[in-house]
């Protein structure tokens, strides 16, 4: 059934192309200059007074292309040129990432920010995800613990081999018969840490599902952590640096990227609790001095601008707070400073500690 309905929808997302390309060359035809409407979609503004409504998945607005505007012809040459490609892939039964769509013509492209922008003028355009578009992530994040499932017939048994890294799959849409014993689900930011926990053997020693983007997230680790989340009902916890670029993730990771707003139900992971590092971690786990960074201005300058985002002072007012001590304070430091007690300090101590004394802020 389930194929069946993947069928169907391709199917008629091919017949809304169809419909869609027929009415450009129409109008081109009549001598008329085509207009697409498309919308515009926020998932925060810059104003933490403002009454607004980010948090809505709405639109936000509208965007008017025409080709009587001179510096609209490209963009739309460009979207109909993807627009091509994706149909390609549709009938096709076929799968592309952006970069394989950006070498299809590289000399057109110019560079590959203008592939991105159609194809998220094309979902919007369309009301669909990426993947509905055969479009796909080059899978970068890596999956441990107790956790099994199969992704397009292949089959990911983490139980057997709990500290083990699997890869995370690429079509997190055709992920099925998810089985877990886990107890909750930690996010860390980057790799080292990740494979510090599994030297550590912390997933045996803990029934949870470690999780880790490589840095910052891509769309198929976001999805997949969103679709544990759903199947599992399992609480999330997120493990960062404490600097601006880990809290930058960590908000990606919950409230989706500006980006990606238009997709943002599919990719954040709402309920997700910041297990750390605060900056207040330096003192409680005695950091030393010379581990502690003194933040560049184009780090006070990101976080700043930060601060100013609106869902953080309506829905997350303590994770402003401890952002504005990190400015106050003027240093930063990696979660990796906290192996200056031992190797295993980071799986024997701080995050035991901090799971026990519910350190997470929601």
Same mark, same amino acid.
């Given at each position: 059934?389930? +194929?069946?309905?993947?069928?169907?929808?391709?199917? #008629?997302?091919?017949? !809304?192309?169809?419909?869609?390309?027929?009415?450009?060359?129409?109008?081109?035809?009549?001598?008329?200059?085509?207009?697409?409407?498309? #919308? &515009?979609? &926020?998932?925060?503004?810059?104003?933490?007074?403002?009454?607004? *409504?980010?948090?809505?998945?709405?639109? /936000? %607005?509208?965007?008017?292309?025409?080709?009587? /505007?001179?510096?609209?012809?490209? &963009?739309?040459?460009? $979207?109909?040129?993807?627009?091509?490609?994706?149909?390609? $892939?549709?009938?096709?039964?076929?799968? +592309? @990432? /952006?970069?394989?769509?950006?070498?299809?013509?590289?000399?057109?492209?110019?560079?590959?920010?203008?592939?991105?922008?159609?194809?998220?003028?094309?979902?919007?355009?369309?009301?669909?995800?990426?993947?509905?578009?055969?479009?796909?992530?080059? %899978?970068?994040?890596?999956?441990? %613990?107790?956790? /099994?499932?199969?992704?397009?017939?292949? !089959? *990911?048994?983490?139980?057997?081999?709990?500290?083990?890294?699997?890869?995370?799959?690429?079509?997190?849409?055709?992920?099925?018969?998810?089985?877990?014993?886990?107890?909750?689900?930690?996010?860390?930011?980057?790799?080292?840490?990740?494979?510090?926990?599994?030297?550590?053997?912390?997933?045996?020693?803990?029934?949870?599902?470690?999780?880790?983007?490589? +840095?910052?997230?891509?769309?198929?680790?976001?999805?997949?952590?969103?679709?544990?989340?759903? !199947?599992?009902?399992?609480?999330?916890?997120?493990?960062?640096?404490?600097?601006?670029?880990?809290?930058?993730?960590?908000?990606?990771?919950?409230? +989706?990227?500006?980006?990606?707003?238009?997709?943002?139900?599919?990719?954040?992971?709402?309920?997700?609790?910041?297990?750390?590092?605060?900056?207040?971690?330096?003192?409680?786990?005695?950091?030393?001095?010379?581990?502690?960074?003194?933040?560049?201005?184009?780090?006070?300058?990101?976080?700043?601008?930060?601060?100013?985002?609106?869902?953080?002072?309506?829905?997350?007012?303590?994770?402003?707070?401890?952002?504005?001590?990190?400015?106050?304070?003027?240093?930063?430091?990696?979660?990796?400073?906290?192996?200056?007690?031992?190797?295993?300090?980071?799986?024997?101590?701080?995050?035991? @500690? !901090?799971?026990?004394?519910?350190?997470?802020?929601?």
């Amino acid at each position: 059934m389930e +194929g069946n309905f993947q069928i169907s929808e391709t199917t #008629n997302l091919l017949r !809304k192309i169809k419909e869609f390309t027929r009415s450009i060359v129409e109008d081109l035809a009549e001598g008329k200059s085509p207009e697409i409407s498309i #919308n &515009r979609f &926020r998932n925060y503004c810059n104003d933490p007074e403002a009454d607004c *409504f980010c948090s809505s998945d709405e639109p /936000k %607005g509208r965007e008017i292309l025409t080709l009587r /505007k001179r510096s609209q012809t490209y &963009r739309i040459d460009m $979207l109909l040129r993807v627009l091509l490609i994706v149909q390609q $892939l549709l009938q096709e039964n076929r799968h +592309g @990432s /952006k970069r394989d769509i950006y070498y299809m013509h590289p000399s057109a492209f110019k560079a590959q920010s203008v592939v991105d922008r159609a194809i998220a003028d094309i979902c919007i355009l369309f009301q669909c995800s990426r993947y509905n578009l055969n479009v796909v992530s080059v %899978g970068n994040g890596l999956v441990m %613990g107790w956790l /099994k499932f199969r992704e397009a017939g292949r !089959k *990911f048994d983490c139980l057997s081999s709990l500290n083990t890294a699997f890869p995370v799959p690429v079509l997190v849409e055709e992920v099925e018969d998810i089985v877990s014993l886990a107890e909750y689900i930690l996010v860390v930011e980057k790799e080292t840490v990740f494979q510090r926990l599994a030297n550590d053997m912390f997933c045996k020693m803990n029934r949870c599902i470690v999780v880790t983007g490589r +840095g910052y997230p891509d769309v198929s680790t976001r999805r997949f952590l969103r679709l544990l989340m759903e !199947k599992l009902q399992l609480p999330v916890h997120c493990l960062v640096d404490c600097d601006p670029y880990g809290f930058e993730i960590l908000a990606t990771y919950r409230f +989706g990227s500006m980006q990606m707003a238009y997709d943002i139900e599919s990719l954040r992971a709402p309920e997700m609790k910041w297990l750390g590092a605060f900056p207040s971690d330096s003192d409680i786990y005695g950091v030393p001095q010379q581990c502690l960074l003194p933040l560049t201005e184009e780090d006070k300058k990101r976080t700043e601008a930060m601060l100013l985002r609106c869902y953080l002072k309506r829905e997350m007012p303590q994770w402003r707070l401890e952002l504005e001590t990190m400015l106050k304070r003027g240093v930063k430091f990696e979660i990796e400073a906290l192996s200056v007690h031992s190797l295993s300090f980071l799986s024997e101590v701080y995050i035991p @500690s !901090k799971m026990r004394s519910e350190g997470s802020f929601h």
